[in-house]
């Protein structure tokens, strides 16, 4: 470590001038790279799915969901935030993203640790004893993440989509492998646990090997301050967001057990694939594309116009085909007695108007340097949340999906707001543009469920096809005559900006 090599290469991965001056172009292709990496992903997920609901039952699944719920918090504070100060600060030395690795192993080694300890504890509140062993096996993951966090940072710096691409879809198609190979043998819940450990490994194992920086030993006065709070707001903002978000999950398993809880997970995995999907791999591109030119208000305002709405077109039908085709996609993906997921993917969709928007809003505050003003937002959307769950508790799975869908529709206006503030975007713009896709999907799947009324079709596999042609044809029809629209679009942005 700290040779003259290092050092060299070091600096080449640090430099960030020389995105400027195209940092369109790199967002177009890398987002292009990006989603179709997703796309393949997401095949791959519900393959994948419906091979392991076949060998795996509700009670596995719930099963693996207590263990992964402290696994899960743990790797969300794992980096502090860090690799996000990495990637979004303009300027950065080669001693102080150093310094950043060993704090980043450091934290990861405690976590492991801490993470060790807690097993028994976990199996305590859930009463279930076969999860000690499981959550201590989950702790390794931390602690081989947290050694390749400002690899991956370096990577995203650099705005290097592809290589980025390439290595989640080949960790995720290892992970997936190993399930299916563990269940196949009998594995049980052990097999999802194999999966959990597999993707960071290979993850790492490929980012270390790819970036050629190695880290100097920490020198006395490097300047971390700044980049600490900046990571501390981030962490802080995570920790509240999983709480809000994941909660859901604690209380299900802890009041309804992990019957209700494997249905409910798997309800909300189906829901969320889509965006689960691609709104890593976007934010991926849009939070280091947008902290280029944080400087340049125009720029930034235009270039996140283009992905917000880009994004509305890309998940908007995903999340509509949910809605409508619930029932012939659960018994497609799931099987036999997996008709419980049913109302929870229904009521969960509630909110899929506004996901796509709200999903986003963290990154404008991350690529803006405005993290203490995301943390607010994250203190208000968690009291929604746990609210809304804690209301819901008694109601089981169902309850819980309507619950996580209402919290939703109350907390994201706020936080579009005070996005929209804070970095000087135009909301009512933002929400004419959403409502094209909108209108377009709700169209295709009022206009299916109208077809599948009068043509009694009862096979799972041509109900869903209707519903997914009749989603996707809509989209697919405004898209291509948009241009005639142009004109009655800006009409309606003048008006809304008049009405401001």
């Known amino acids: ?191 999802l646990v194999a999966m959990y450990l597999t993707q960071p490994v290979l993850r790492a194992v490929s980012i270390v090997a790819l970036v050629p920086w190695r880290p100097n030993w920490p020198k006395p006065g490097t300047e971390l301050r700044s980049l600490l709070g900046f990571g501390g707001d981030v962490t802080a903002f995570r920790v509240l967001s999983y709480l809000s978000l994941n909660a859901d999950n604690a209380l299900v398993g802890w009041y309804s057990g992990p019957v209700q809880l494997g249905l409910y997970s798997r309800g909300f995995a189906l829901f969320m694939s889509p965006l689960s999907n691609m709104l890593p791999a976007v934010r991926q591109v849009v939070e280091p594309t947008l902290s280029r030119v944080q400087h340049d208000r125009e720029r930034y305002q235009q270039l996140y116009g283009r992905f917000e709405e880009l994004l509305s077109w890309l998940t908007m039908p995903l999340a509509m085909v949910a809605l409508f085709g619930a029932r012939p996609l659960v018994l497609l993906a799931l099987g036999p007695g997996w008709e419980g997921v049913v109302p929870v993917l229904q009521l969960l969709s509630v909110a899929a108007p506004i996901q796509p928007v709200m999903s986003t809003v963290s990154w404008l505050f991350v690529s803006a340097g405005r993290t203490r003003d995301m943390l607010r937002w994250g203190a208000i959307s968690a009291v929604c949340h746990g609210v809304a769950f804690l209301l819901a508790m008694p109601y089981g799975a169902a309850g819980m999906a309507l619950a996580a869908g209402l919290a939703r529709l109350v907390s994201a206006p706020i936080g579009i707001k005070m996005a929209g503030s804070a970095v000087g975007l135009d909301i009512k713009r933002l929400l004419v543009s959403a409502s094209l896709p909108l209108g377009a999907n709700l169209a295709g799947g009022l206009a299916a469920m109208f077809t599948l009324r009068y043509t009694g079709l009862v096979s799972p596999v041509a109900q869903l096809l209707v519903v997914t042609l009749g989603i996707g044809g809509a989209s697919l029809s405004v898209l291509l005559i948009s241009g005639r629209l142009a004109a009655l679009k800006e009409l309606l942005l003048r008006r809304a900006s008049a009405g401001g």
């Open 1 to 191: 470590m700290g040779s003259d090599s290092a050092a060299s290469s070091a600096d080449r991965f640090l430099r960030v001038a020389h995105l400027e001056a195209d940092v369109e172009r790199r967002a177009a292709r890398g987002g292009a790279v990006m989603i179709a990496a997703q796309m393949l992903r997401l095949a791959l997920q519900i393959g994948s799915t419906a091979v392991l609901a076949r060998l795996l039952t509700p009670h596995d699944y719930g099963l693996f969901g207590m263990a992964a719920v402290l696994a899960g918090f743990a790797l969300l504070i794992n980096d502090l935030g860090l690799n996000t100060a990495t990637v979004q600060r303009a300027d950065i030395t080669g001693d102080q993203v150093s310094a950043l690795f060993w704090v980043n192993l450091a934290f990861s080694a405690l976590c492991t640790v801490v993470t060790l300890a807690s097993a028994p504890l976990v199996a305590r509140v859930f009463q279930q004893p076969a999860l000690t062993w499981m959550v201590a096996a989950l702790a390794p993951s931390l602690l081989i993440s947290g050694a390749a966090s400002q690899h991956g940072a370096l990577l995203t710096r650099q705005m290097r989509f592809r290589a980025i691409a390439l290595l989640d879809l080949g960790s995720f198609a290892g992970g997936i492998g190993a399930a299916i190979i563990a269940s196949s043998l009998g594995a049980g819940p052990w097999s």
